[in-house]
Each structure stands twice: as structure tokens, then as C-alpha cells.
């Protein structure tokens, strides 16, 4: 879940370089959610996850990867923006697919 929230900062962080037009916010969530960060999540909990899950969880690391690249090497508003609705098409299709309960 942790994760998760970082995934709602990123995206607020590149909808702030979106409007401010600045490429170097963007950047900046490179090492917040790409897939530099897969490494990191406990292995007991990736064993515990669906496979499903887990895909959906790389392409989104993948999207933010591809949204930084952008941002790094040919900055385009809307090449960024066609990322993003990507990234964001695949959160909810997780969201409404996966649930993650706590167990006491």
C-alpha cells in the first residue's frame, strides 16, 4: 500500500511539471516508481500475489519509466499525457480487479 501512495505522488508530481511545463519535476520521480524500485518490496509478499497483480504492478513501473524518458530525452506535453492516461487506465483496471486486505 505503501508503494501505492508513492504511485499517487509520482502522478501528482508529473501533473505538476505537466502545468508548470517543467520537464525536471518530472524527472524527479525517476527513482520514486520505476522499475528501480521493484527490487525492494519483500520477497514473502511478492510470492503471496496473483500473478495478475504482479503484471499489472510492472506495467505500471514500466509507464512511469516510459513518462520519465519522455521527460528526459524529447519532452512532449502530450506524449506525457498519453502516458499518463495509460498509467492511470491501468490503476483502475487494478483497483477494480485486486483488493488487498489487512489481516489482524
Same mark, same amino acid.
Given at each position: %500500500?505503501?508503494? %501505492? #501512495? ?12 505537466? @502545468?508548470?511545463?517543467? *520537464?525536471?519535476?518530472? @524527472?524527479?520521480?525517476? $527513482? $520514486?516508481?520505476? @522499475?528501480?524500485?521493484?527490487?525492494? @518490496? *519483500? $520477497? ?5 500475489? *496473483? ?7 510492472? =506495467?505500471?513501473?514500466? &509507464? ?10 524529447? &519532452?512532449? =506535453?502530450?506524449?506525457? =499525457?498519453?502516458?499518463? !492516461?495509460?498509467? %492511470? !487506465? ?5 483497483? #477494480?480487479? &485486486? ?6
Amino acid at each position: %500500500m505503501a508503494e %501505492m #501512495r508513492l504511485f499517487l505522488e509520482s502522478i501528482k508530481t508529473i501533473n505538476e511539471g505537466l @502545468v508548470e511545463n517543467n *520537464p525536471t519535476k518530472i @524527472v524527479s520521480i525517476d $527513482q $520514486q516508481s520505476g @522499475v528501480c524500485k521493484v527490487d525492494v @518490496v *519483500p $520477497q514473502g509478499l511478492i510470492k503471496s500475489l *496473483p500473478v495478475g497483480f504482479k503484471t499489472m504492478g510492472m =506495467q505500471t513501473h514500466d &509507464y512511469f519509466d516510459k513518462i520519465v524518458k519522455i521527460a528526459k530525452e524529447n &519532452y512532449s =506535453q502530450k506524449e506525457i =499525457q498519453k502516458e499518463l !492516461n495509460s498509467l %492511470m !487506465n491501468n490503476c483502475v483496471a487494478c483497483h #477494480r480487479t &485486486y483488493k488487498i486486505t489487512l489481516k489482524e
